[in-house]
């Protein structure tokens, strides 16, 4: 009987929160200490009912709170386009200016490239009678060209030249066996440059492979840096030096339209 005596009081307890209107739900559970909690949730605070109105709202989150997602994506926009670059002009001045990320994406994904093509096939193989010792002594001045490594190529009226019948100016280098890949540039200065023909030696350095015209792509002068001839070509095996050469003897005009000289550089990088 005294059991049933306890439970009176909770029972009234609990007739009493519910029959008290405009008072709110309750909201029943169980506490980190196991303990059964019931508390009263105000009429203002309501949990949103489970009907997919409220587009995912977690229980409790104020209606206020939600923004929808096109709006959000608006904002992100709005704020791609609210952006500033700052930059070295052409001049050398330090400019600030709005940029629109936006229209910038856009407009490089049609810029087109900015260099100009000067030969299809990338180089070209071509014949020349040239002497099978021809350049065995430059080999005693060759430097070793590694992976990851460049050599700035020069050439003036102290360059050493090939035998043969003409003197041409020549440098070779010793190129290492793990190297797969040769980049090699030619600075443009006016409409001067040194137009250079490659010959691949062997181990032995007997003449392999004469290349004709090793660049492939042509890139303007801009206000930091010269216009330069670019090219590319594979290392394959059994080449062992490269000789960098000069096909002429007195400048003269060049096939793509610039003026082929006996004095400049060349940069040949190593991959």
């Not at 900015?114 to 180089?123: D, K, L, R, T």
């Not at 200065?189 to 137009?195: G, I, L």
Request: glycine share 6%; hydrophobic share 35%.
């Amino acid at each position: 009987m005294q059991k049933y005596l306890f439970l009176y009081p909770l029972i009234l307890l609990l007739a009493a929160c519910q029959g008290q209107p405009g008072q709110g739900d309750l909201y029943v559970y169980t506490d980190a200490q196991g303990n059964l909690v019931t508390i009263e949730k105000p009429e203002d605070k309501k949990l949103i009912e489970a009907d997919g109105s409220t587009g995912g709202l977690s229980l409790g989150e104020p209606l206020e709170d939600y923004r929808p997602s096109e709006e959000i994506d608006q904002e992100l926009e709005d704020k791609e386009r609210d952006r500033f670059i700052t930059y070295v002009d052409e001049s050398g001045q330090l400019t600030s200016r709005p940029v629109d990320m936006v229209a910038e994406k856009e407009a490089l994904s049609k810029v087109e490239p900015e260099y100009s093509e000067v030969a299809e096939s990338g180089f070209l193989e071509t014949y020349r009678t040239i002497r099978q010792d021809c350049c065995q002594h430059l080999l005693e001045e060759a430097v070793e060209l590694a992976p990851g490594t460049e050599t700035l190529i020069s050439f003036d009226q102290d360059s050493p030249v090939m035998l043969g019948d003409e003197p041409l100016k020549a440098m070779a280098l010793t190129v290492n066996k793990n190297v797969t890949t040769l980049e090699l540039k030619a600075f443009i200065r006016k409409q001067d440059y040194v137009a250079a023909q490659l010959l691949w030696l062997d181990e032995a350095g007997r003449p392999l492979l004469l290349i004709d015209q090793p660049f492939s792509r042509k890139y303007p002068e801009t206000w930091y840096r010269y216009g330069y001839l670019q090219g590319t070509l594979p290392h394959e095996s059994g080449q062992r030096h490269l000789v960098v050469f000069l096909p002429y003897l007195q400048e003269q005009s060049s096939t793509d339209g610039l003026q082929a000289v006996l004095k400049g550089e060349l940069l040949l990088s190593a991959q």
